[in-house]
């Protein structure tokens, strides 16, 4: 890693990014205590901002000094020897502290935070308000190495030169000079493109720290949606930039800023409009900067050079096009021992696959891995021994395992166990890595890998059951077969542990069913969610089926929706449904369902659409007509309303308000900017049109989901609605 | 009448107004066959907007033409000679519209909103868009007398000289030429102070028609609360200039202009800040207009003289204070025989009666009417008589009759049988008047009456049953005593057709409970709503209690509730539940209550101060907050929030939302003007920081209530949820 990033600005939740929370509330455990004293959990203990939520212990703060270990506790923090799992103390918070408040910096709470990015030197970072702080554990000393504006945001730096890139407002700061000057309506050093395309901050150093790559976003043209601040004195409009599909979009140009010079150079890539700049990455040697660009129809996308100095096009490395969409969502990565080659990921044949290119020879490239599974993210670099080390779906779709491939013949070896899911970190030379994972039967395991030959040196630690004590339902999963008659799909089921074949349970189906996101992952419990946990406990069924449409599974598997998304997904779902009702002990009469986001528009289009299946039904944050929903993520599945009238009518929700019979629940936060109220509300209007009558209720203050402690009023509201008209 | 009134504009919906949607929907009859044929009657039937709908039958368009009277039909139009009631043919629509056509005017689609304000002429006057039309019925002949601009709104002609007053956007017009030119933020010729003090129009044409003194508002210092447009491409915000109770309020002035000279003089009152301009009157002779002024605290009145010519103040008249409030409501009225003496009202004893006052003799007065009953209109004058027509609750609060007042002594002689509520109207010499009445058993009667000794001459109309074969539930009233032991309070009760005293049957009690309204009077079925008498028939019975702080019983009555607003009427409420707790039929477990705006501020106070008493509730529009309400009504009975702090906490429902244990849905509309949804998204948000959970509604597009097509939807929904909980 070239820099260190702490972002302090509110993350924007994406449509993709609620399945974070759905991951984070998996941290629960399938044991139990089987003796009387068991008790039912409460949606406190299963919901993240629940008073005593049960969350799974990690070893936060984990990290690698050069190729040692690091593991920090609240207090302590050790290094750790990786061949030999030797565990020596480095120092304590109160060294730290009491160097801190020597150097007239503020304390810090923990040590979970500290930074290691010098292997050379003895020597810790801290990033504190408004400061960086460097502690020497061997001196004792601690000293304030940057100082900047507290109202920073966006904060970035990079550790070979301490050079920090923030921003305040909507304007780029480097360590404290303003870099841009520009007006409400033009925003700086900030993620553009609402964060499509891998696209999750705006600020890009170089490896030796000598430029800044930066965004600029001109969104001044772009149509404001207004969400209404109900706690001011009377109340006031937040104004939300939100490009709608097929309206006028923002345009964006890449700036570079040199911290020596003072001055920034932008990309000549020509005019901006209805194109898209994404994944950004330098060259090794400083001299050029490659982007990803996209047309706005999304299905032409074009590796391309820039001179740093001109800002000059200096070539074209790579083309893909696509007749339904293209979406390179990974920067190049170039080989640390050769500087004219470089990585690239693809779906160009239908997985996602590393391919090396040079940069001499555009339009050339060698295939590196080849299968029908994915590549999920290059983790690093082996430099001795010139292996990539990759995750990759190659044991199962529901499976992340950690691989090694050799750059010379693309051998493939695997490094971990071969179960579960695993989320490595890779030491300063690829040597060793920190392989922390999680199988349906372990909450989670961390241990350190050798990447020579995947041999574990050491174990670091395993998470205690966070729900002992407590009843848990019985978890399963198997396959069925999609509504295209060939396509095997993945499900879930949860059962209450007193499960009764002879009797007839009702089910709920929680459903997300969009691209960018698997609901069953073979990670804890198979990913349950707390949610699911709780309701199975209260005598529901619970089954969810990742449907076609979703992550994972390759390309064909994913943009079979194109151009009508939400259709083939319920019709997926409903295949779950036939499976469900040929159960003994299902009660087809009733069957719920309940999710959000897609998942929420999944949930209103199911009870639509198939009204004699869904008995009632919780929606959140639902999508209902895609021409209210983002230029970027929107065009890419439905191209925009004018090319495709007929699919926008097909996938408008509000077409359909007359076949609403069940009950059905739409929630909807009123501060949500990704999804915005108008989707919820031309949905209502359209039912009192058609005279139906959905139930709603809304969260002020909430963007596109419910989060902390409300998010347990939240799941109570949503288990009522159920107990109400499911029970 | 000097003028005549067309507002084209859309109507604010006050709180109070609601009631007129009550009074409107009341228009049942309790009558029904009581053959097996009975048909229950369907929302649609009861609902205004219904496509069903059961309207009463009523003479619309009956007015008077100097002292005949007009009854016209949709297509042909009669005069009627009130002494002996015979009807004689006066024109056709067919005649009209081909004199119209030939004038190149716009044809009719009815002749109900035909004018007659020419006593001596043979001439209609027609209100089209964009133009005045006169038809002359002996010549067949129509003429284009006015034209203006189509937009025109707030439309205002007076017929001595046909000038005619219009608002285009924010500035006022005149005979087509622009009579004031103000940026946005400053509104002239529109009623000003959100409506109170009696104020429903801004535009006032002086008796001769030579002068018009107008309005000017500038609210451009008020807070703009935003509401969202959720129908446009991207949600957008309908901003209202919206002071909150002790928020800076706007600034009124009033202008006089001249058709003739093409200027205006505004009135040099002083400094408009934190003052109330209201009851505009202008003297006969045209040289003085009157001004009722009260200052921010309300407990000031003073009626102001000005000249005309030059705008100066030339004399305080009257003044009254209050330590609680003051509300002049009516302008004053001068007597036709005598310039110099005019007839205002005032509640100074307790109830509003007339007062007897000399432009020539400031501070004094001689007292008209007298006892414990309130004046509730002034319909005119008998000049050869010098007599004073009103209408009064003499014979019992809830009845509305009709009385003439002997100026010379005072002498009170009612001129109608002495039931139910009389609109009347009087002819133009004030020798007759129409008598439209309404009583517990009849529908709609109309007769003319003469004023000389109340002997009705001829008899115009009698009303139907609306209901003729539907199944009616019964009505009940009786009173029972108030919270402060001593007070009678008038309740109404309906009942189920077939209702079985062994049976227990749930309650739901409907209430208002504010201010300037009353739910029982005399009128068709004691003002039974389509909806109450709707859910008798589903087997509930709808009680209904006019309780402390409600309209027609007097000042002490009515201002009992100052600086707390609700907490009285609540207590109030809750003698009425006692009431029904006491009768064997009562199922005390099953009490339900629904009200809107000041009753769904008393539903939400009602739900969480009683916990324990109402299982059910149903709330739309609701105050929550009274700092949230606008200035000139809530701080009439609340001080401001920096006046009477513990008032405001102890009426702020917020405070309260821990309480919430029944089940209680809150609508509110997104177009709500008058109680800002901020008052219920507050109040949603103050429940889930306390863990209550609350259901909520939102109608997109409507105002302060839902209207139209749509009234049919929030009243199946409001059953719904009875039916769910309280069944």
Same mark, same amino acid.
């Given at each position: ?7 302090l ?18 941290q629960s ?16 203990d ?6 005593s ?5 990690s ?6 000094w050069?190729?040692r270990?690091?593991?920090?506790e609240?207090?302590s923090?050790?290094v ?20 801190l ?20 030197k ?11 702080a ?9 000293r ?13 730096c ?20 303003q ?24 600020t ?11 965004y ?13 601040d109900?706690?001011?004195r ?23 800023y ?12 020509g ?37 740093v100095?001109?800002?000059k ?15 390179p ?7 640390p ?6 990585v ?6 239908g ?5 090396l290119?040079?940069?001499? $020879?555009? &339009?050339e490239? %060698? @295939? +590196?891995?080849? *299968? =029908?599974?994915v ?15 990759i ?16 750059? $010379?013949? &693309?051998?493939? %070896? @695997? +490094?971990?166990? *071969? =179960? ?16 922390r ?17 995947? $041999? ?6 395993s ?17 069925l077969?999609?509504?295209d008659?060939?396509?095997?799909l993945?499900?879930r ?9 002879k ?20 990670n ?12 199975a ?31 083939e ?10 499976f ?7 009660d ?27 008995k009632a039904?919780v929606?959140?944050g639902?999508?209902?007509?895609w ?12 191209d ?11 996938c ?29 509300l031309?949905?209502i ?9 959905p ?5 002020p ?13 939240l ?13």
């Open positions: 890693m070239n820099c260190l990033k702490r972002n600005s509110a993350v924007r939740y994406r449509l993709a990014m609620i399945l974070s929370i759905c991951l984070t509330m998996n455990v399938m044991a139990q205590s089987e003796n009387g004293t068991s008790l039912l959990p409460t949606l406190e299963l919901i993240p901002g629940g008073s939520y049960r969350f799974t212990q070893l936060y703060g984990l990290q690698w050069g190729d270990c690091i593991k920090p609240t207090d923090l050790f750790v020897e990786p061949e030999k799992g030797k565990e020596s103390l480095l120092f304590t918070r109160d060294a730290v502290n009491r160097a408040k020597a150097a007239q910096a503020p304390e810090v709470g923990n040590l979970e935070h500290a930074l290691f990015p010098w292997p050379e003895t020597q810790a970072l801290f990033a504190l308000t408004g400061m960086y460097v502690y020497d554990w061997n001196a004792e000393e601690a304030v190495i940057r100082r900047f504006d507290k109202k920073a945001a966006n904060t970035d990079e550790p070979q030169r301490m050079n920090v890139a923030y921003t305040i407002g909507n304007n780029l700061y480097v360590n404290g000079r870099v841009t000057d520009e007006p409400e309506g033009v925003v700086c050093g900030q993620p553009v493109h609402r964060n499509e395309f891998g696209i999750c901050k705006g890009f150093w170089s490896p030796k720290g000598n430029f800044l790559a930066f600029r976003m001109d969104e001044s043209m772009v149509a404001q949606y207004p969400l209404v109900i706690t001011a009377t109340g006031k409009t937040d104004l939300v930039r939100y490009p709608m599909a097929g309206m006028t979009s923002h345009e964006v140009t890449v700036g570079i040199s911290p020596d010079t003072e001055k920034t150079v932008f990309l000549d890539t005019d901006p409009t209805d194109r898209y700049f994404t994944n950004i990455a330098w060259a090794p040697d400083e001299k050029s900067l490659f982007l990803i660009e996209v047309n706005r129809d999304q299905n032409h996308a074009r590796l391309c050079r820039y001179d100095r001109t800002g096009q200096t070539g074209v490395l790579y083309e893909e096009t696509h007749e339904k969409y293209v979406e969502q990974q920067p190049i990565r170039f080989l021992w050769d500087e004219s080659k470089f690239c990921q693809s779906q160009r044949d997985w996602n696959h590393l391919y290119m040079d940069v001499d $020879r555009p &339009g490239h %060698t @295939r +590196l891995t080849r *299968g =029908e599974w590549v999920q993210s290059i983790v690093g670099f082996d430099e001795k021994r010139k292996e990539i080390i995750t990759a779906s190659k044991e199962s779709p529901l499976q992340t395992n950690v691989y090694k491939v050799r750059v $010379r013949d &693309g051998r493939l %070896t @695997r +490094l971990d166990n *071969g =179960e579960g899911v695993h989320t490595p970190s890779l030491s300063a030379s690829g040597t060793y890595l920190t392989d994972w999680s199988g349906p039967e372990t909450p989670c395991k961390i241990g350190i890998t050798a990447t020579a030959n995947g $041999r574990q040196t050491s174990e670091l630690f998470a205690p059951d966070p729900f002992e004590g407590l009843v848990m339902p019985t978890v399963e999963t198997g396959t077969k999609a509504a008659g060939k396509t095997d993945y499900w089921m949860l059962k209450p542990r007193d499960f009764d074949p009797k007839k349970y009702p089910v709920i189906v929680y459903v997300y069913g969009g691209p960018h996101a698997q609901m069953i992952v073979a804890h419990m198979y990913a349950a969610r707390g949610w699911d946990l709780y309701m406990n209260k005598g529901y069924i619970l089954f969810t089926l990742d449907n076609r449409g979703s992550q994972n599974r390759g390309l064909e598997f994913e943009n079979c929706t194109f151009r009508h998304l939400g259709v997904e319920c019709k997926d779902q409903v295949c779950g449904v036939e469900l009702k040929s159960l003994p002990y299902v087809s009469k009733r069957i719920g369902v309940h999710g959000w986001s897609f998942g929420g528009h999944m949930t209103v289009a199911l009870m639509l659409r198939y009204p004699e299946v869904f039904g929606a959140g639902p999508v209902i007509d021409k209210y929903y983002e230029v970027m993520y929107g065009e890419r599945y439905m925009t309303p004018r090319q495709n009238p007929e699919g926008y009518r097909q408008d929700l509000k077409q359909a308000a007359a076949n609403l019979k069940g009950h059905l629940l739409i929630i909807h936060d009123d501060h949500d900017d990704t999804c915005v109220p108008q989707h919820t031309s949905f209007k359209a039912c009192v049109d058609a005279r139906t009558y139930d709603l209720f809304i969260y203050g909430h963007k596109h989901n419910v989060m902390g402690r409300d998010r347990v009023h799941h109570e509201k949503i288990t009522r609605y159920f107990e109400d008209y499911l029970k």
